[in-house]
């Protein structure tokens, strides 16, 4: 059974140009304790605190080809590369999914579409007094 944090390390480990990994890498229970590892750097506060945790999941790692070495490599090279204000948790009532922003205008603030509508509907609801 696919977990739900599939997504995101599939998305990290595309990113990284890891194109193909073993069978089953990503349905094991473990992805859950990497999502939640993970979800930290996302969470963060700021740019240092991020790349505080990403060292930190590095160093544990030793960088070894294993899943937390290579969504950590691929959040290292997006922060170092990028904006490291593109990362973040989804703004959406009920969610913690993460999301690395990669629209043009840089102003994403949710994790997809469903979240976004989600959030444009009940503020449409809440203008409307329903």
């Given amino acids: 059974m696919p977990y739900p944090e599939t997504g995101l390390l599939a998305a990290l480990l595309a990113g990284s140009g890891v194109r193909s990994y073993p069978p089953g890498l990503l349905t094991g ?7 939640d590892r993970l979800h930290r750097v996302f969470a963060a506060a700021g740019p240092e605190e991020r ?20 969504a950590a490599l691929t959040l290292r090279r997006r922060l170092a590369g990028h904006d490291p204000a593109r990362v973040g948790v989804c703004s959406g009532r009920r969610c913690a999914d993460a999301y690395i922003d990669t629209s043009p ?14 959030a444009r509907v009940a503020a449409w609801r809440q203008r409307r007094g329903g």
């Fill in 29 to 35: 229970p473990a992805v859950g304790q990497v999502a």
């Fill in 51 to 70: 790349a505080g945790l990403v060292n930190g999941l590095l160093a544990e790692t030793g960088v070894r080809p294993a899943l937390p070495a290579a």
């Fill in 105 to 118: 205008r840089g102003q994403r603030r949710f994790c997809s579409v469903t979240c976004q509508n989600r």
